[in-house]
């Protein structure tokens, strides 16, 4: 078994590689090219669960870009692979996927971004080398890891929670605030404890205070 990567942390430079995707060979941090990115993995080709899921992303992609968020797959398996497997989801799912799905049969990339599971050492592939789990990074403009979120491969993940996420990171980098529990776009965001309410009145205008140290305002239109 490989060993395993240095632990990667919010706020770390996403690791750089390069590999083979379905849509020809990238360097990752050339592919990346200071836009938000999201880089999420999957076990294998031809699986029930990860077919789903790439069909959904497919048909969420125009939202995705129209927040100048650009999406990555990558799956334990070659670029062929890929390519039959990627007919397979768009007549599942009646997408029409364009974005790049990483080829990773060595498990280079998943050991890199820690995409392993160490805990269930039955799922691997024929070969015996250990399957990916569900991994999702999100990456900023300056190559830094927003959010991890990791899935085991028995559950899909949930595609309108990594678009809400997106919105919510980058309300808060336009606008210094930060956004509460189940926040969606339109709903009240929170003034962060850093900022006193005279500065966030200046700043934001109206406050409702429901606690000193919980503020609610409107993000400025």
Avoid at 162 to 183: C, E, F, M, S, Y
Avoid at 198 to 211: Q, S, V, W
Wanted: with cysteine; charged share 25%; proline share 7%.
């Amino acid at each position: 078994m490989a060993d395993r990567a240095a632990p990667l942390r919010l706020g770390s430079i996403a690791p750089d590689f390069d590999s083979e995707t379905s849509n020809g060979p990238i360097n990752f941090h050339t592919f990346l090219g200071g836009k938000w990115t999201i880089l999420f993995s999957h076990p294998d080709d031809f699986t029930p669960i990860c077919t789903t899921e790439l069909g959904a992303f497919a048909k969420l992609e125009p939202e995705f870009t129209q927040r100048g968020v650009q999406l990555i797959g990558l799956s334990a398996n070659n670029v062929d692979s890929h390519h039959r497997w990627i007919k397979d989801i768009d007549e599942v799912t009646g997408s029409n996927l364009k974005f790049p799905i990483i080829s990773d049969p060595e498990r280079k990339v998943a050991y890199l971004y820690d995409m392993v599971d160490y805990q269930d050492t039955t799922n691997v592939d024929q070969k015996g080398l250990a399957l990916t789990i569900r991994s999702v990074f999100i990456i900023d403009p300056a190559k830094k890891i927003r959010l991890i979120m990791t899935y085991p491969a028995s559950t899909g993940r949930n595609t309108a929670e990594v678009l809400r996420v997106i919105d919510a990171l980058q309300t808060t980098d336009k606008h210094g605030l930060t956004t509460p529990i189940n926040w969606l776009p339109g709903d009240d965001v929170v003034v962060p404890p850093t900022v006193s309410t005279a500065d966030a009145k200046a700043k934001f205008g109206e406050i409702r205070e429901a606690k000193p140290y919980l503020r609610f305002t409107k993000v400025p239109q």
